[in-house]
């Protein structure tokens, strides 16, 4: 025991140490980040709460359509937390750095596998639990549930994330030894992003919403049948649902806990499990995963599609964008991003492809009009998702690597430039691409669509500008894992201020846009007042959508050419939970 | 040529390096010595434009780094101690980068490139990803890339580290060409007396960021008055108990 606590010192301390010295700024990075995330829980726990009593709004249906979900969100968290343990138990377990010293020290192993264990399970667990924990306070507090419900939920629920946590681990030593353990983290990788955009997929394409309206089903037995949600009797997230779900329902004679006490059971099997696998096979599949993955070599059809960018005129702008394109696709973690981009997509038009306004045909005109309109805002937030996701990371993206940049004749703001450009020009076709296509669908009016699609063009630059800009500004070269990257601190900014952005931009527009729609239909005449505001909000339009490709590149510009390697750490906001497991590498140099 | 002029760095309140004035004439290698966190791989860092000094001037070949970076940078070849480098491309996809980054013409990158993998004996290597290189062959990519565009300054974080004694070799016998050749100035730091004493021309010590000695070994040797003089011997008396925290 002695040793396992000594083992967990590192991480405890690198916390205690954070949260004493945040660096410069921290404190108030730590405490915008905490008031952010406290509005994000009240949000979710009133959208929540109103979900709830909305379900009990469809008479006779409510409680089913209630329990049916209560028991969905602990399988979708407990999904969500296998995949995510399935990462971490890798990293921690068999790629961090730390490991050869802890393998060399003279500690027992098992010590060091529980060690990792728990760091893996707190490192996994945090994300759900704190999604999903805003969401059951909810249904305890919208069916008025008595005070037990509150102390059964994190005596049921932390056995579940153990079972989930201690499922993965197990897996992840099994798969270990058959497989290189690099490569069986690109394996997990994809196999979780797989899932997830199949979840999603399967989910929205179900379309949820139609279980609300009752109508759509001709007979009781049709809507029950599709209220079939992926339960059994044998899963733990079943025995959990049940287990609490009388609490909430005021079927309180029903409350059994024997569920929890099979939870527990299982809890302790699946850890007996995990020690098990551990004893006999981690000091084994440790050494295979240091022998790495064999000899790869490069070329094959990505050297002859990067050959297009040699009609990239300037050499050093060639350089980096050949070798970003090289990179980006030769990395598992990076590519398979575009799996999410292709469901983001998919969704998106789809959701306006069944969007049938000839519904309402008084108001159809106007319908379709404002929506294109509203479109250009929705446009504008899958871009800024995207720019996040592929512009803002692409600075970091450098790593460790960044001196060589640095180090060269290449100025930061060309090394912007070239970055902005190579992801400004896929981005901006995905953004017209979807305003054409959600045009079509909507039959918008020819102006409509092309005031949307002039406003795309205008949006686009700015917020990849913005992505290059604060990724500039907020870089975390140190990081392992660059999907973290967009969820520390620079990446809340980059999202507030985008929506900002979007909002005050599609705000100013609006405007001229409902006064032309007014004009057109014959509610309103052309005047003088028009002819002075039209040309004025549209100025201002163009002046917003300039600063937000100039302010943002510079202040990214100004950050970066004095950026200090050694406080980068502290500079960045601190570690997140998941990045505290000794994962994080040496900063050069420090003689 | 190298030159510093006063320069300070600062660490929020620790003062890594202070007021360090260094001149390194064209063909000259230079020795940068001291105990570790004494401020060489601060100093090292900032002449490699990797860094910006809190105050004072960088010149390289004339060039203000401060001022004409890109300029100053052109003509500068960096070799940091850790061989961080993109994983994910070829050992010769990574000269093409830097021979595209440093403006070298495609003809005269193919010929360096080929030269330069056959000298660091990496040429059965060329095609294969970076990632599955060993430390010593990373540092020897690096050394490559560095020399590539023909640099007419050097700067080198611990030359030896991670190289096997004919590599070490090697790039001895590169650097001392270089200088005496092509007239290149160097700046070398190492923890090395022995490499210090048979590579450098001129030596510096830096002891808590302050330039504690300077000259050759012969001028060093005439200042101790003593014809026993080892450079060992004033290394640990200019340094001892002055070992500092380093950059954080």
Known sequence: ?591 | MIRLEKVTKHYRRHVAVSDLTISIPAGEIYGFLGPNGAGKTTTIRMVAGALAPTSGTISLGGYDLAKKPKEAKSILGYIPDRPFLYEKLSGQEFLGFTADLYRVPPKKADLRSEELLTVFELWDWRDELIENYSHGMKQRLIMAGALLPEPKVLVVDEPMVGLDPRGAKLVMDIFKSMARERKVSILISTHTMSLASRLCDRIGIISKGVLAAEGTEEELRVSRGSDNFDLEDLFLELTSGNEGPGAP
């Open chain 1, 1 to 591: 025991m002695r040793e396992f606590l000594t083992l967990l010192k590192p991480y405890r301390l690198g916390l205690k140490n954070y949260l004493r010295d945040p660096g410069p700024g921290g404190k108030v990075k730590l405490m915008s980040l905490s008031a952010f995330t406290l509005s994000l829980w009240v949000a979710l726990f009133l959208l929540s709460v109103r979900m709830i009593r909305s379900f009990y709004q469809v008479e006779g249906f409510g409680d089913i359509l209630a329990q049916k979900t209560f028991g969905l969100l602990w399988l979708t968290g407990v999904a969500l937390l296998i995949f995510s343990s399935f990462i971490t138990s890798l990293s921690s377990f068999y790629l961090s750095r730390d490991l050869s010293l802890l393998m060399g020290a003279p500690v027992d192993r098992e010590s060091v596998f529980w060690a990792r264990s728990a760091q893996s399970v707190l490192a996994s667990a945090w994300m759900p639990t704190a999604f999903l924990l805003p969401v059951f306070l909810a249904y305890g507090y919208a069916f008025s549930a008595p005070l037990h419900y509150y102390a059964l939920l994190p005596l049921t629920a932390v056995p579940v994330m153990l079972i989930a946590c201690f499922v993965s681990q197990t897996v992840v030593i099994l798969l270990v030894n058959v497989l290189p353990a690099r490569r069986t983290r690109d394996v997990l990788s994809l196999l979780g992003l797989f899932s997830f955009v199949a979840l999603y997929l399967v989910f929205r394409l179900l379309r949820p919403e139609q279980l609300v309206n009752p109508d759509n089903f001709r007979t009781v037995a049709g809507y029950l049948a599709s209220l079939q949600t992926p339960t059994s009797p044998m899963l733990p997230t079943t025995w959990a649902a049940d287990l609490l779900w009388p609490l909430l329902g005021g079927q309180g004679s029903q409350f059994s806990m024997v569920y929890l006490g099979l939870i527990w059971v299982m809890a302790l099997v699946s850890a007996m499990l995990s020690s098990y696998a551990a004893h006999f096979l981690y000091w084994q599949g440790y050494n295979k995963s240091q022998e790495g993955a064999g000899r790869q070599r490069a070329g094959g059809l990505l050297n002859i599609a990067a050959s297009a960018f040699r009609l990239i005129r300037r050499p050093e702008y060639r350089a980096i964008a050949v070798k970003d394109f090289k990179i980006f696709f030769r990395d598992h973690t990076q590519w398979s991003q575009l799996f999410l981009l292709g469901a983001l997509m998919i969704i998106y038009l789809y959701n306006f492809s069944v969007l049938n306004l000839k519904r309402y045909p008084l108001h159809a005109f106007f319908l379709e009009n404002t929506i294109a309109f509203l479109n250009v805002g929705l446009v504008g937030l899958v871009t800024a998702t995207l720019s996040l996701r592929f512009a803002f990371t692409s600075i970091s993206a450098e790593g460790y690597s960044y001196w060589i940049i640095r180090s060269s004749p290449l100025s930061v703001r060309d090394f912007m430039r070239e970055k902005l450009a190579f992801w400004l020009t896929p981005i901006m076709l995905v953004a017209l691409f979807l305003t054409f296509l959600t045009n079509r669908f909507l039959d918008a009016a020819p102006v409509m669509a092309a005031t949307a699609f002039g406003l795309t063009l205008l949006l686009t630059p700015g917020l990849c500008c913005l992505g290059v800009g604060l990724g500039s500004r907020f870089p975390r070269f140190e990081t392992e894992n660059l999907a973290q990257v967009p969820t520390g601190y620079g990446g809340l900014i980059h999202m507030v201020s985008s929506s900002l952005s979007l909002l005050l931009i599609i705000g100013l527009s609006s405007w001229p846009v409902v006064r032309y729609l007014r004009i057109r239909r014959g509610m309103a005449v052309w005047g003088l007042k028009d002819g002075i505001l039209i040309p004025l909000f549209s100025l201002l339009v163009l002046v917003l959508a300039w600063l937000l490709v100039t302010r943002p590149m510079r202040l990214g510009r100004e950050a970066l050419e004095v950026y200090d390697e050694g406080n980068a750490g502290k500079e960045q906001g601190g570690p997140a939970l998941g990045s505290l497991d000794g994962d994080r590498g040496p900063v050069p140099g420090g003689g």
